[in-house]
């Protein structure tokens, strides 16, 4: 756990659902995705807002712990900032009772499904700084691509819908506080979403762009379509990443043939007091490294190598050894944070190797693991070796370990259709 300013924005999951359509018995949320749930995968990319922010899962009564475990293994050193409350009977009871644990100072409310579980960061960042710049309930959304039909109880065509004036909405959907707290006060029946509660209350909603990864996951053809997109890397789950793929029949984009190279280095002294963190993982049993965060040296390399890449400058100057956000973070936050930079400079990630250098531990039986997290945190593959001195130098003397990264990074051009439609 770590001090963290308070939050003005907070995120309410949405987690209390059956997967009776997804043929579990668990629910929903619970139900594996790729080796995780996808409760803790929504949370990741929840976590992976630039602006801290409470995070409040709402849950089955039965699953409270559960619920309480994956979330505070998503938010890492930010725990601190994490509610667990048991659903009700609707959705709507259920983000009520979300609203009633929002923080005091919190401005901005986002209700987001966890059953969107590939949601980018970038797209819970536009949301929020679209309710801010209008001071309206915003809503993300995507046009829609197929032709609509009017139908008759029977089937029969009655006639053809202007797709035109029609969007298909997303989570997380955002609204001022105040707006959203009226608005459930006001509700006498239950609304289809958030944004439907806040405009029949007469409050307005704006429609910003959605992002074709927050599709729901709802059906064993929508958790394969999921699972697919993972392996192929092509979508990362809690990642803005994710960001620099454009959705919507009318977006387009270009990757130049000219790659960016970068190169980082990063040494951290043994610390027999501190557990070790190295690769994304931890080894118990094992000394661990000195630091102002988890001393992770190999992801520590891997954000040097990143940023140098993108010409954003060093770990050091970003984030600091003096920042308390960061005392004893783990790597995930600072992987996070970087491909956001990345990404919002108009680069993608093409391929990252990091070797790590060092006597212990020993990385052959955990690299499989290892490539396997740096990889799912990045959205490419990562390749992971590890070698020694031969006894010369700090590391050969066991004083330490080194990492060397190197990164490739794509600039990436993305022409996106701008929304302003109202609902």
């Not at 960016?260 to 990063?266: F, K, N, Q």
């Not at 027999?272 to 049993?285: I, K, M, Q, R, T």
């Not at 490294?289 to 140098?308: E, N, P, Q, R, Y």
Request: hydrophobic share 45%.
């Amino acid at each position: 756990m770590t001090d963290s300013p308070a939050p003005m924005v907070a995120v309410i999951v949405v987690a209390a659902g059956s997967g009776s359509r997804l043929g579990h018995s668990e629910p929903k949320a619970f139900v594996p995705l790729a080796g995780r749930t996808l409760l803790e995968r929504a949370l990741l990319g929840v976590f992976g807002m630039r602006e801290p922010a409470q995070v409040i899962v709402v849950a089955p009564a039965d699953r409270l712990d559960a619920a309480r475990a994956i979330a505070d293994s998503a938010a890492g050193p930010f725990d601190d900032r994490v509610d667990v409350v048991a659903g009700g009977a609707s959705r709507q009871d259920s983000v009520n009772r979300g609203l009633a644990v929002v923080r005091p100072g919190v401005l901005t409310v986002l209700v987001h499904d966890a059953a969107r579980a590939l949601t980018p960061s970038a797209l819970c960042d536009a949301v929020v700084d679209a309710v801010r710049a209008t001071g309206n309930g915003v809503v993300p959304g995507l046009a829609v691509v197929d032709t609509i039909k009017r139908v008759d109880g029977h089937g029969a065509i009655l006639g053809t819908v202007d797709r035109s004036a029609l969007s298909a909405v997303q989570t997380p959907q955002g609204f001022p506080r105040d707006v959203l707290v009226a608005a459930a006060a006001a509700a006498t029946g239950e609304s289809t979403d958030d944004a439907a509660m806040v405009a029949s209350a007469g409050y307005p909603v704006n429609v910003i762009e959605g992002d074709a990864l927050a599709f729901k996951i709802t059906t064993p053809w929508d958790l394969r379509r999921a699972e697919s997109l993972l392996r192929a890397g092509s979508a990362l789950a809690g990642s803005p990443a994710a960001a620099s793929i454009p959705a919507g029949e009318n977006a387009r984009a270009t990757i130049t043939p000219d790659p960016r190279v970068g190169t980082g280095l990063d040494v951290h002294a043994f610390d027999d007091a501190s557990p070790l963190w190295l690769a994304g993982l931890h080894w118990p049993g094992e000394r661990g490294l000195s630091g102002h965060s988890d001393g992770d040296a190999a992801v520590h390399a891997i954000c040097d190598a990143m940023l140098a890449a993108a010409g954003l400058g060093d770990i050091g100057g970003i984030f600091g050894t003096s920042d308390p956000v960061y005392a004893e973070a783990h790597g995930e936050v600072f992987l996070r944070e970087t491909v956001r930079r990345i990404t919002d400079a108009g680069f993608r990630v093409g391929n990252v190797s990091v070797q790590i250098i060092g006597n212990r531990p020993k990385l052959a039986p955990r690299r499989a693991e290892a490539q396997a997290l740096l990889g799912s945190l990045l959205g490419t593959s990562v390749s992971v070796t590890a070698t020694t001195t031969d006894a010369l130098g700090f590391t050969g003397r066991g004083e330490g370990i080194a990492a060397l990264a190197t990164a490739i990074l794509f600039p990436v051009t993305a022409e996106r259709p701008v929304l302003s439609w109202e609902a």
